[in-house]
């Protein structure tokens, strides 16, 4: 009876003490997976601008907190009433912008001139960085809602702020000008001391004005915009002094105040001179898929389809996986990849270097995720529906991504006896492993009942 009583003791503490490490393991795994949804998972969203009229919302790049890595890269969300317009600004980082719901006229300078381009839903549109521009919706009852990519580079006035520079403005937001001395200004304009004060102080309603004058009697940008051409530039001169003569100097300029104010208030001339070289839209809809099966599409953006991605250096994509389907786990050697799921829900999966999980993350409509060069991922298309993302890369180069799983991949390209040892198992077994997934690139449902799916055994 002792001896049963004793064993019945031993046997608890055992089943205790596995409980307790069986517990501590589950708590530590899920420590790591929480810790990697705050590092990939992007959903802090900031307010860069919020007006009546629309809103600029950002999830920032930079250090993630408590690791080494960097994402250099900021995610924004432009989101603009009917009728509105973004005042003309210039940043100190390159924007590759994405029409996702509407369509917006933008206007910058290029080569000293202005160059206005229509974005319909689905272009892509890239403006470098100090390059003056603006946003117009001039629709009357729709909104218009840009995703944009926003580089952190070595120039910006922060690792983890980007900055920008209103042109126009007075009390809200501040002009640039308005920084300067006013002697010095108003010599600098020609003009009195009083009419540079009424032109630095009228504007008052944001970044992200109305044109209509049904929300604002004394929005000065409707009140221009309405006038004629000849009052336009006639109130240009008065400002801003513009004559026959200038010298060499400010013509061999890049650009000035001067000609972004004449060029953006005289607009039609400026732009029958300078839209059949400026950059245009391409749109990533209307693009053929670059792969495409049973189980979803991708379609993928470079400098080589289209150039003016070489002046930010990035990269533009979009793929659609239908119900259960599955990208295979595959690495990117050459960019760091974010994304922006546009519909459905999946999840994520990212992988460290050491082989261990470092995200499982289940997405939705919204969110954003970054996944560093190197690391192994996927994404999952949940059971009820498509699931459709878009995204940035950090290269415009062909980014030629490897796969490790399909018929594309890393285990049929390294299945020799080299790759069967480091695993430990004999070449033939590999093989047949190796050949149990008939597809590439974008995988079928892991229902038990695929036609696809094959019983390997136990070994």
């Keep these: ?112 001139e202005l160059a206005e381009r229509h974005l319909k839903q689905g272009d892509v549109y890239t403006i470098p960085a100090g390059s003056a521009f603006y946003l117009e919706n001039g629709a009357e009852e729709q909104r218009l809602h840009i995703i ?47 009419e540079l004060k009424t032109l630095l102080t009228r504007q008052s309603s944001g ?84 792969f495409q099966n049973d189980y979803g599409w991708s379609k993928k953006l470079d400098e080589s389809d289209y150039s003016p991605l070489r002046i930010s250096g990035n990269g533009v994509y979009l793929v659609n996986l239908s119900s259960g389907s599955m990208t295979a786990p595959h690495v990117n050697p050459r960019a760091i990849e974010y994304g ?15 082989g261990t999980l470092a995200m499982n993350a289940r997405v939705r409509e919204g969110d954003v995720f970054w996944v560093p060069r190197y690391f192994p991922f996927c994404q999952i298309a949940s059971n009820n529906g498509p699931f459709e993302f878009f995204g940035f890369t950090t290269s415009a180069r062909r980014n030629h991504p490897q796969f490790l799983v399909g018929q594309n991949s890393l285990m049929q390209s390294l299945r020799g006896p080299e790759f069967a040892a480091a695993f430990g198992i004999d070449q033939k077994r590999l093989e047949t492993i190796a050949n149990a997934q008939r597809e590439q690139v974008i995988l079928p449902s892991s229902s038990s009942d695929s036609p696809l799916r094959m019983d390997i055994g136990f070994y």
């Design 1 to 112: 009876m002792e001896k049963v009583r004793t064993l019945l003791l031993l046997v608890l503490v055992l089943f205790t003490t596995l409980v307790a490490y069986v517990g501590a393991y589950e708590e530590e795994e899920n420590e790591q997976r929480t810790q990697g949804e705050k590092w990939f998972l992007l959903r802090h969203l900031h307010n860069v601008v919020k007006t009546d009229a629309g809103s600029m919302r950002m999830v920032k790049g930079g250090y993630r907190w408590g690791s080494y890595l960097h994402s250099p890269m900021h995610i924004g969300f432009i989101s603009m009433e009917p009728n509105s317009l973004f005042i003309p600004q210039y940043l100190d980082s390159d924007l590759v912008l994405f029409v996702h719901h509407g369509e917006a006229r933008v206007g910058h300078i290029y080569r000293d």
């Design 148 to 194: 944009c990519s926003i580089d952190i580079t070595s120039e910006s006035m922060g690792w983890n702020a980007f900055q920008s520079y209103f042109i126009g403005g007075g009390v809200h937001p501040a002009s640039i000008l308005a920084g300067f001395d006013h002697n010095t200004l108003s010599t600098a304009l020609n003009v009195s001391t009083s």
């Design 207 to 290: 970044p992200i004005v109305h044109l209509s004058s049904s929300h604002d009697h004394s929005n000065i940008w409707s009140k221009f915009l309405a006038q004629e051409t000849h009052q336009k530039l006639a109130h240009l001169k008065r400002i801003v002094n513009f004559g026959e003569e200038s010298s060499p100097k400010e013509e061999q300029s890049t650009w000035s105040l001067r000609k972004i104010l004449f060029t953006l208030l005289n607009r039609e001339d400026a732009v029958k001179r300078v839209n059949h070289e400026a950059p245009s839209t391409y749109n990533l809809y209307n693009r053929n898929p670059d």
């Design 340 to 354: 922006v799921v546009l519909k459905g829900t999946g999840r994520v999966q990212i992988v460290y270097p050491n």
